[in-house]
């Protein structure tokens, strides 16, 4: 089955993103349909910031090593690791050579403002027609700027769109409604459940940096047991962010 095949409304993906090859390749052995990556995992295993654009070399070459294990491969390549279509068409040209399924494409930025739409438009427009699916991602929620509805509908040329931080419910099944698109939803342990997104018409739920932040919490876990410590909470992303070194 393609990728874009395995985005159906009503019966959503579920896609565990991975931050290295042993994360993936335990995934993909758990029969996981497919495998998306975490910029913040990938960002972290190398020790540089997150969602700065400074992983594209690290971002390529652990695509390389994941698409041999058998099941589609979306990367998360931030907003393009460029401002310019032509770069980031090269990117997904690269990718898709490499045998990528999909990518997710952000219109945030590292001030924590949108990137214009037109500009991101034009973006996701250089993203396309590689035989690569393309995620447009936007950031209002994440953000709290900018109207969601307005981006959805602006990044309709693209193969599917994301909103992580969108939570409830009514809100989700009208963003569904809005768009011809496949809608992605980012999965937070304290929203809604898969059932639930499934029933608002969700087409893909993401894990995002969750399982990272996670087996961070089991590392820490395990050896604060041999103190006779207690298990840690799972750090946020925000906490996550601010231990990595900062943009420059």
Not at 7 to 23: I, K, Q, T
Not at 39 to 56: E, I, M, N, Q, Y
Not at 93 to 120: S, Y
Request: glycine share 14%; charged share 20%.
């Amino acid at each position: 089955m393609r990728f874009r095949d395995l985005h159906r409304p009503g019966d959503p993906l579920l896609l565990p993103n991975a931050w290295d090859y042993g994360s993936a390749a335990v995934l993909a052995a758990h029969g996981f349909a497919a495998i998306g990556t975490t910029s913040l995992g990938v960002a972290a295993v190398h020790g540089k910031p997150d969602a700065a654009g400074a992983t594209k070399a690290e971002t390529i070459e652990l695509a390389g090593k994941l698409t041999g294990l058998g099941v589609p491969i979306t990367v998360d390549v931030e907003g393009g690791f460029s401002d310019d279509p032509a770069e980031v068409s090269d990117l997904v040209a690269t990718l898709a050579a490499l045998g990528v399924a999909g990518v997710n494409l952000e219109d945030g930025r590292p001030d924590g403002t949108l990137r214009p739409i037109e500009t991101q438009r034009e973006i996701i427009g250089g993203a396309l027609g590689h035989g690569v699916f393309v995620n447009a991602r936007t950031d209002t929620c994440w953000l709290g700027t900018g109207d969601t509805r307005e981006r959805v509908s602006a990044y309709g040329h693209a193969d599917g769109v994301f909103v992580p931080g969108l939570t409830d419910l009514k809100e989700i099944a009208g963003v569904v409604e809005s768009t011809s698109l496949p809608v992605n939803v980012l999965y937070q342990p304290d929203g809604p459940t898969l059932a639930e997104l499934a029933g608002a018409g969700v087409a893909r739920v993401s894990t995002g940096s969750l399982l990272y932040r996670a087996s961070l919490r089991g590392a820490l876990t395990a050896v604060l047991a041999v103190q006779g410590g207690a298990a840690p909470p799972i750090a946020t992303y925000g906490e996550i962010a601010a231990i990595l070194p900062q943009p420059r």
